[in-house]
């Protein structure tokens, strides 16, 4: 449509580098004049090549200017220079908003008013081609940007050939396009627009189809069609329908924006109610539930849509009549006549099977999995009988203060004394509290929250404590005092039992046997809130908050915590105490004013949450169990399974006519794929869905915390700003999936899980492979509940890499801490990746094993050393590599099944025991017989003598045979071997 419209040109190689491009003009004052075909160069990158092919020699102009350096000085008076323009400095919006560089490949009134000085242009041969300075007094002008239009205007231009689509198999046919909504108006069309409609905001209705793209720009359909009066629309009954009204705040600011809804009504008298409309970005209901609004503002000059949707009756039909009035800075009102017509059948699942309806976008507002009285397996209901609770395998008693005084893992008592509330009074003494009330707030099959007020003097103390059905306990403590005052400490002290507390990891411990003491203070480079202390048999970890509950695993929120970090005061001790590991986090010396309060909250968690799964041995992946990864043809796209259902559909109905146990698909919440159709919509919502900034990403190169802008052409194309690029891959058929980064504390988050249950909708029982975890523990909570609606059985597994320290970054945040909140719901850990797989027995127990918090980890050592027998002590094996499959097939010849019991070396029940220090064994026995699997951290090769009590065993050690079985290529076969003698 190169005749009506124009288009913006750009041409990339292979870097995605931009290395030619030529602006629209005004398509009614001159042609567009560029050739663009889509080509892909077999050779090696080259410019030359690039350019030669793609545009053809004879099309080029001689003087064409293709940019390989640009110098000059900017308005801060600062020189620069470009040694090759990237596609962020040359993409259409962002030229418009006047880049030094924008010279160099835009001319037309739209850069007018950018403020450059001695600008300097050469072509890839360093011949300068545009000189400012001397374009200025050759000219007489004194504006840069009339003096940089001038001087490329004089250019030769190419005439434009013929665009060709850069459509790929499979993709959105609408993907690349630029038309109608990215097509820029011109300065010309906005001000023909303005001289028409005098008002300081304009409006503009626009269908599903035509998302609302720039923030910055209007688009020129707008200038050339005017606001409509009134907006049609069409759907089916059930319909969720979805629409726009574009703000272009043309003359003024927008600071504030209402909208009301009248009835609609058909001739027929059937009504829509004015209820069921809302608008997405004004109000809505958070990943908590909790309903919310929000201030809808703008900018003088800018654009923002708001998106509004209804649902449509099943029984709707025919035209139905209503208005929307919209009230702006809390005078002007403009209402909008809204005719929608209803046709044909009724639609599935409200039109969520067609995603170019928008219709999820109420998704958005979802509150699926947050049912107080549904409970994920296998957990059971928290039972309270006065100050004591109890919940799946453990019971807590809260003391007269509201911190546990009594801890019970099984038939372990786990504190050595009750918990403390450690207030050191300005004489260094113990202030010595007393209850002066308590109240059990709310009591649920999930949670019970009880609060227990005290006093001290003038100092009084809240506790409220909150606990869950999965061991998790948040307490949010206050102090407040009648007058100023002044403590020397504030904190909490866990006393654990000494010969329970065998392991410690997190506070920057990277995971090891317990150390005699332990110091941690707040450093802004860490995300190393959290710690956990224990064994297999128990253990308890903490957790420090800050004022609000969120997840953000680039880092921490620094004033979030402000009051446990106290100016760098703040931290946490672990001592050894007489028969006690004391755990202790504190604020430090700290000063009140009179009723000033000092708000406090970490929350502890009661491990192991569960019991490990007796099938564990049968859940397989890369083997019974079929995990579709992103890229894939049945799952293309990051974070977004909703476009390929169909070939999901057909794999899984095969998965299941062979006999495997299931499938799993790769969807989480890190980032989301550009082929989202409703990404334009969500971004829309400004930070609350999309990162601009501060995106973690893990590439091929390692992880990275991104900026705004950048990223994949299509990005800088189409979104420009407002974003932060994540994930990118090349899929099968050429296309390339670009992700943006995205936050998991916001209404994303209820899309995501109603995406979940879509997606079981469709297909039956399917499992979801975490890929890292980009929302907290209510999001995963969520999560499990959705996963398990269907039946009891559900597949959680969980992959990540060592985030405390590996090639490219080191935020010390130990996984098995700064993962415990989510650790309740997954069924299998998968974590490799830049683990520290030499390291010693006690970080592979603290940080690999997982059987401390009741799930098996089926190590990934991506990269990483093969320790098979290492692994297996810990009733496992790896997932990938030679190794894997040999095991498992051992495991198979064996018998090791659901109802073989596991006797790890770190129970004190295994019948047997090694003669050295770093070399272990565990035993796993089925009726009849026993294997013993025996892994060794020793420096260097030791003979080993087992020392095996073979009435535990329940065997006669005269009549046992013992030999070391076949297992391909990680153990040669032995007969008959004898215990008597060391083992090599």
């Known amino acids: 449509r190169q005749e009506e419209h124009g288009y913006q040109a750009l041409v990339y190689n292979l870097n995605g580098q931009l290395v030619a491009g030529i602006s629209r003009k005004d398509s009614r004052d001159k042609d567009v004049e560029l050739v663009v075909r889509n080509w892909k160069s077999p050779w090696p990158v080259d410019m030359d090549q690039w350019l030669h092919v793609t545009l053809g020699v004879k099309t080029l102009p001689e003087k064409t200017v293709i940019t390989s350096q640009i110098s000059g000085v900017g308005d801060d008076g600062r020189p620069f220079t470009s040694p090759l323009l990237t596609a962020e400095d040359a993409s259409p919006q962002r030229l418009m908003q006047g880049p030094a560089p924008a010279f160099a490949l835009y001319a037309g009134d739209n850069n007018a008013g950018v403020q450059v000085r001695n600008l300097v242009i050469r072509d890839k041969h360093g011949k300068v081609v545009v000189d400012g300075n001397t374009a200025r007094r050759a000219m007489g002008i004194e504006n840069t940007a009339e003096v940089a239009n001038a001087a490329l205007d004089a250019l030769p231009q190419a005439k434009l050939v013929k665009m060709e689509s850069r459509l790929q198999p499979g993709e959105r046919p609408d993907l690349n396009s630029f038309f109608p ?88 008298g059937k009504v829509i109610a004015a209820k069921e409309f809302t608008c997405f970005n004004i109000e809505g209901t958070d990943h908590l539930g909790r309903a919310f609004t929000k201030d809808f503002t703008l900018g003088k000059g800018l654009v923002r849509p708001l998106w509004i949707g209804m649902m449509t009756p099943d029984d709707a039909e025919g035209e139905y009549a209503g208005n929307v009035t919209i009230k702006i800075n809390g005078v002007v009102e403009k209402t909008i006549p809204f005719r929608l017509k209803v046709e044909g059948p009724k639609i599935s699942h409200h039109g969520d099977d067609e995603p170019w309806r928008h219709s999820r976008l109420r998704w958005l507002n979802s509150t699926r999995g ?12 928290v039972k309270r009988d006065g100050p004591s609770l109890a919940i799946l395998g453990r019971d807590l008693r809260a003391g007269p203060l509201g ?23 300005s004489d260094g003494r113990p202030l010595a509290f007393e209850p002066t009330g308590r109240k059990v707030e709310k009591e649920t099959p999930s949670r019970v929250i009880e609060t227990v007020d005290s006093a001290s003097g003038d100092v009084r103390a809240s506790v409220r404590a909150e606990t869950w059905f999965d061991g998790a306990v948040n307490y949010d403590i206050t102090l407040q005092s009648r007058r100023d005052a002044a403590f020397q400490d504030v904190g909490v002290a866990i006393p654990m039992r000494k010969e329970l507390a065998k392991y410690f990891v997190g506070f920057s411990n990277r995971g090891d046997r317990r150390p005699a003491s332990w110091r941690w203070k707040w450093d802004r480079r860490y995300n190393d809130n959290a710690a956990w202390l224990g064994g297999v048999e128990a253990g308890i970890g903490v957790k420090l908050l800050g004022e609000t509950d969120y997840w953000d695993p680039a880092g921490l929120h620094w004033d979030e915590h402000r009051r446990w970090i106290n100016d760098g005061q703040g931290g946490a001790a672990l001592d050894e105490n007489g028969d006690a590991v004391v755990l202790r986090v504190f604020t430090g010396e700290t000063r009140l004013k009179a009723d000033e309060p ?3 909250r970490l929350r502890l968690y009661v491990t192991p949450f569960k019991p490990l799964r007796p099938d564990h041995w049968n859940l397989r992946f890369f083997g019974n169990i079929v995990h579709y990864h992103h890229s894939l043809p049945q799952n293309p796209y990051i974070n977004y399974p909703f476009m390929t259902i169909d070939a999901l559909k057909t794999s899984f109905d095969e998965i299941k006519a062979r006999g495997l146990r299931g499938m799993t698909v790769y969807y989480t919440l890190r980032e989301i794929s550009n082929i989202a159709p409703e990404l334009f919509a969500l971004r829309s919502l400004g930070q609350e869905v999309v990162r601009s900034t501060g995106a973690l990403v893990y590439g091929t190169s390692g992880w990275s915390i991104q900026g705004e802008g950048g990223g994949h052409p299509w990005l800088r194309e189409h979104l420009v700003a407002g974003y932060s690029p994540c994930w990118q891959q090349t899929l099968p058929t050429g296309a390339v999936d670009a992700a943006v980064g995205t936050n998991g504390d916001g209404r994303l988050m209820n899309y995501y899980i109603e995406g979940l249950a879509w997606l079981q909708k469709k297909l039956g029982y399917v499992g979801v492979y975490l890929d890292g975890i980009g929302y907290d523990r209510i999001g995963m909570m969520r999560l499990a509940r959705t996963l398990g609606a269907g039946g009891g059985d559900y597949y959680l597994p969980f992959h990540t890499g060592d985030d405390y320290k590996n090639p490219w970054s080191e935020f010390h945040a130990a996984p098995t801490a700064n993962y415990l909140e989510h650790l309740p719901y997954v069924t299998q850990l998968m974590w490799g990746e830049c683990f520290w797989y030499d390291g010693p027995e006690g970080y592979w127990m603290s940080q690999l094993a997982g059987l401390p918090f009741g799930v098996d980890n089926q190590f990934y050592p991506v990269p990483g050393p093969d320790y098979p027998f290492r692994v297996m002590l810990y009733a496992s094996s790896e997932n990938v590599g030679q190794s894997a499959q040999d095991i498992r097939a051992f495991w198979d010849r064996w018998g090791i099944n659901e109802h073989t019991r596991t006797l790890g070396y770190w129970d004190s029940a295994c019948p047997v025991k090694t003669n050295a220090p770093d070399v272990f064994a565990s035993v796993y026995t089925n009726p009849g017989k026993a294997l013993i699997c025996i892994g060794s951290w020793a420096k260097t090769a030791v003979p080993v003598t087992l020392a095996i009590d073979w009435k535990s065993l329940g065997m006669d050690p005269a009549t046992v045979r013992v030999t070391v079985p076949d297992i391909g290529g990680v153990q040669k076969p032995r007969e008959n071997l004898d215990l008597a003698r060391p083992i090599p």
């Open 181 to 268: 909504m990215e097509i820029i108006a011109s300065e010309k069309e906005q001000a023909e627009l303005l001289a028409k409609h005098a008002e300081a905001v304009l409006l503009f209705p626009e269908d599903r189809t035509r998302p609302i793209v720039m923030p910055d720009f209007i688009p020129q359909k707008w200038a050339l069609e005017g606001p409509q009066d009134t907006f049609k629309g069409t759907c089916q009954p059930s319909e969720y329908y979805c629409w726009q009204i574009g703000v272009f705040a043309a003359r003024e600011e927008v600071r504030q924006l209402s909208i009301t809804y009248s009835d609609l009504k058909n001739t027929k």
């Open 598 to 600: 000092l708000r406090l």
């Open 403 to 425: 911190l546990p005084e009594k801890i019970t893992v099984g038939r372990s008592d786990v504190l050595a004394s009750p918990a403390r509330l450690d207030v050191l009074g």
């Open 370 to 381: 947050l049912e107080d009285d549904v409970l994920p397996p296998p957990f059971t209901p």
